[in-house]
């Protein structure tokens, strides 16, 4: 039926109709609070392409813990900013059962049980230059050597009692081999969240200058495993790998210039999605915020509703906190 019958604007004319028709909503069970954490007990440090997000000391946060879980976060996840002395040609800090990440998560998970603790298996912030993986001596990133050692990382965050490990790393059946694993150990219920469509990205920016990994890698980049922003048949088949190799969860990332992918896996797959709303999505609706061009506040609840509507549940977002604190 056409106009006049049909008036499109009969149900947006009052807010209480408005309210009944919506057909997605942002709750704050979609959040996960990305947060980052260094050695030493120098508190906490503003990321200078990240205002109003820190690098943190244990203390500090565990602070930050216990105001997203007071504030009704379901989870944090938790990303390490390494020394340069814990840096190596085999990653091996990133399963030393006494290195930053499994101690933090031993202690989030002893102050606040009930917050989810997600953590990151790559072995960026451990290489000496930077790669999510080990190099061979042709200087190519080693897929099956690689994997052996993201094993031994994510064995280590399990017995440290992480919730879900996610493997940001785009090896190539290493979701297979992690799930073998962590079965063999007993680690049934320990979740994959996978990052199954992960593009070679330029909106990581922000964040490779938060964990100091920019420099290491240089004029490098990650092509031969994150995937090409230009592909989608890819990202289905990336997706299809992991669900079928025992991921729980999918990510896809980063997350605004990526909908349309969320949306095809939401339609095709029947496992949980998830967005990552990363670091340079972040930095640019700061920093025009903070130069009065855009309404902060508006701009986020808008984009998160689009993780929504696009069909992801949950959100890794730095906005979290805020975005908390607006629907409260
Ligand atoms: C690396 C990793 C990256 C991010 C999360 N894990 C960066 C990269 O792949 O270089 C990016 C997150 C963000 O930009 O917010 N394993």
Known sequence: MNFPQTRMRRTRMKKFSRDLCRENNISKSNLILPVFVRPGTQ?????????????HDSNSLLKICESALNIGIPAVAV??????????????????????????????????????VITDIALDPYTLDGQDGLCNNLGE?????????????????????????????????????????????RFTNVMILS???????????????????KSSLGISDKHSYQMDPANVSEAMREVALDVSEGADIVMVKPGLPYLDIISKIRDRFDCPVFAYNVSGEYSMIKAAAQNGWLDERKVVMEAMLSFKRAGASGIFTYHALDVAKWLT
């Open 141 to 185: 990133v080693d897929n099956d050597a690689t994997i052996a050692a993201l094993i031994k990382q994510s064995l280590c965050h399990a017995e440290a009692g992480t919730d879900i490990i996610a493997p940001s790393d785009m090896m190539d059946g290493r979701i297979g081999e992690i799930r073998k694993s962590l079965e063999q150990m």
């Open 79 to 116: 990303f390490p900013i390494v020394q340069g002395s814990q840096k190596s040609a085999s990653a091996s800090s990133a399963w030393d059962a006494s290195g930053l990440v499994p101690t933090i998560v031993r202690s989030i998970k002893k102050n606040f049980p009930e917050l989810g």
């Open 195 to 213: 990052y199954a469509a992960k593009y070679s990205s330029s909106f990581y920016g922000p964040f490779r200058e938060a964990i100091n990994s």
């Open 43 to 55: 508190g906490a440090e503003e990321i200078g392409s990240m205002p109003g997000v820190f690098r």
